[in-house]
């Protein structure tokens, strides 16, 4: 199963968002210099982490992002399925699916599989937080400041 680039882009720019909580907030250029990733596809990113409350922008000079919540609030999970959807190795093992999506799908010999796929999955990414991505970066998210 391959996530596509918004999901590993988004995330890595997250990471670098939780290593600054707490400083203010961080411009999309300075992310997308760091991560060399494109300004732009970074604002399209953003734009959904800030509809769904992930992350809060400030506009002017000194504006930016900076996460919502604290590092160890936020799980890769909620990141991922911002930008990707549900967490689906098959459209019938799909998350919150509650339609049939093949007609086979009663008697499928392989569903089970791709259920237990998609729970495996959903598992470790709803049990990483930010907070522990910063840590496998050799440096520590900034604790908050109350």
């Not at 411009?27 to 300004?39: F, P, Q």
């Not at 732009?40 to 992350?55: I, K, P, S, W």
């Not at 008697?107 to 259920?115: I, K, V, Y």
């Amino acid at each position: 199963m391959w996530f596509s680039s918004k999901g590993h882009y988004g995330l890595r720019a997250m990471v670098h968002l939780a290593l600054a909580y707490g400083g203010g907030p961080v411009a999309l250029a300075e992310i997308a210099r760091k991560e060399n990733l494109s300004a732009d596809y970074l604002e399209q990113l953003f734009a959904r982490l800030r509809q769904v409350g992930l992350v809060e922008s400030t506009r002017g000079v000194r504006g930016g992002y900076r996460l919502s919540f604290e590092p160890a609030s936020v799980t890769a999970g909620q990141v991922i399925r911002a930008l990707e959807g549900p967490v689906a190795p098959m459209s019938c093992a799909s998350e919150g699916c509650a339609e049939a999506t093949c007609d086979r799908e009663q008697h499928c010999g392989s569903r089970l599989l791709w259920q237990r796929m998609r729970d495996s999955i959903a598992h470790v990414l709803d049990s990483t937080t930010l907070a522990e991505l910063c840590e496998g970066t050799g440096d520590a998210c900034v604790a908050s400041a109350g």
